[in-house]
């Protein structure tokens, strides 16, 4: 075996255990929650010794750091590998709303967590945690805010501030992900996607009624 293919058996090897470990870190966070998952716990969920985990990471707070940034890639992943399958803007909007939905009740434990007990947009900007973390968020962000530009450029959508519309939708469905993992709601995820949509394309204004301009 020549050298160069040895290095390369070391870096697939390395990735596949890297990918199992954050695999087994995001189990354990689902289950006992960031303060209650320890080094310990994922090793026993890997089925590897304590020591090898800090062969590839330094402490619990990287190893953590890792798993959430692996959860996060692949479910913007996978949500737009389905979005981008649908042909009209409306549909994109109405396959994101659903498989964000679909995935985010798939993963609901892992998710529940990460958005309940610990927020890792809220440390310093500086912070390289926070850095890439926000990379991820914003990048998201501007697939939204892609698919509703689409709408405006084919007469779809009116033209408006589609940054911010894109920063609203992502909220609304965060905000749906909460209703459904706190166990508010029982309601099919084709409904909830129905309900969002109608919101974000009509609002609550009662179109047929005349409205005193609001109060500045």
């Known amino acids: 075996m020549t050298k160069s293919s040895a290095t390369k058996k070391e870096d697939v090897l390395r990735e596949f255990r890297v990918r199992e470990i954050l695999d087994a870190t995001c189990r354990v966070v689902a289950r006992n929650g ?8 994922v090793a026993e969920e890997a089925e590897i010794a304590k020591g090898t985990v800090y062969l590839y990471f330094q402490n619990k707070d990287e190893l953590f750091t ?5 959860g996060i890639q ?3 992943g996978q949500v737009r590998t389905q979005v981008t399958e649908a042909l009209t803007p409306i549909e994109k ?16 434990d892992f998710f529940k967590t990460l958005l309940l007990e610990r927020n ?27 698919i509703i530009q689409d709408g405006v ?14 920063f609203v939708l992502n909220e609304a469905i965060r905000g749906c992900f909460q209703q ?8 099919p995820v084709s409904e909830d996607a129905s309900i969002l949509l109608d919101l974000f394309f009509n609002g609550v204004l009662n179109q047929h009624q005349n409205h005193e301009e609001p109060v500045s």
């Open 74 to 76: 692949n479910f913007t």
């Open 153 to 166: 450029r084919v007469g779809v959508f009116r033209p408006h501030n589609v940054e911010a519309s894109a």
């Open 180 to 187: 459904r993992a706190l166990g508010l709601t029982a309601r």
């Open 120 to 146: 890792f947009l809220a440390a310093s900007p500086n912070h390289p945690e926070a850095a890439h973390m926000l990379d991820l968020y914003l990048a998201h962000i501007h697939f939204i805010e892609e």
């Open 93 to 108: 909007l109405q396959r994101l709303i659903e498989v964000s939905l679909e995935l985010s009740d798939t993963y609901r």
């Open 34 to 41: 960031f303060q209650g998952a320890t080094v310990e716990r």
């Open 66 to 70: 890792a798993a959430v940034e692996q």
